[in-house]
Nanobody, 125 residues
Framework: QMRLVESGGGSVQAGGSLRLTCEVYGYTGLSVCMGWFRQSPGKEREGVAT????????YADFVKGRFTISRDDSNPYTLELQLDSLKPEDTAMYYCAAVLRRLCPPPRVSDFDRWGQGTQVTVSS
């Protein structure tokens, strides 16, 4: 059974950087779309970035040019999110997610059915 484990969150000042990592256990196939989502208190969970089995990547407009998603399809799968030029509004719980499809659907929460436990990112001004 697939299990997603995130790490790398923390507290930084505005303008700083963090690198989040998600390791995927219990899956060795080739057809998996992976992504990062985030949720701030009082707000809905939103898609941040996705990476499909063909190496294609998508980003939410609010992180373009600041965040970079990458994946390593060795065993275990590893998904990373490099967060640069962080802003206080990037403060949120960040979640790794997956769905067994080669192509990524639009990053709606309902389209992903495997989730990690989340890792907190806090950006102070």
């Amino acid at each position: 059974q697939m299990r997603l484990v995130e790490s790398g969150g923390g507290s930084v000042q505005a303008g700083g950087s963090l690198r989040l990592t998600c390791e995927v256990y219990g899956y060795t196939g080739l057809s998996v779309c992976m992504g990062w989502f985030r949720q701030s208190p009082g707000k809905e969970r939103e898609g941040v970035a996705t990476a499909d089995s063909y190496g294609r990547k998508t980003y939410a407009d609010f992180v373009k040019g600041r965040f970079t998603i990458s994946r390593d399809d060795s065993n275990p799968y590893t998904l990373e999110l490099q967060l640069d030029s962080l802003k206080p509004e990037d403060t949120a719980m960040y979640y790794c997610a997956a769905v067994l499809r080669r192509l990524c659907p639009p990053p709606r929460v309902s389209d992903f059915d495997r989730w990690g436990q989340g890792t907190q990112v806090t950006v102070s001004s």
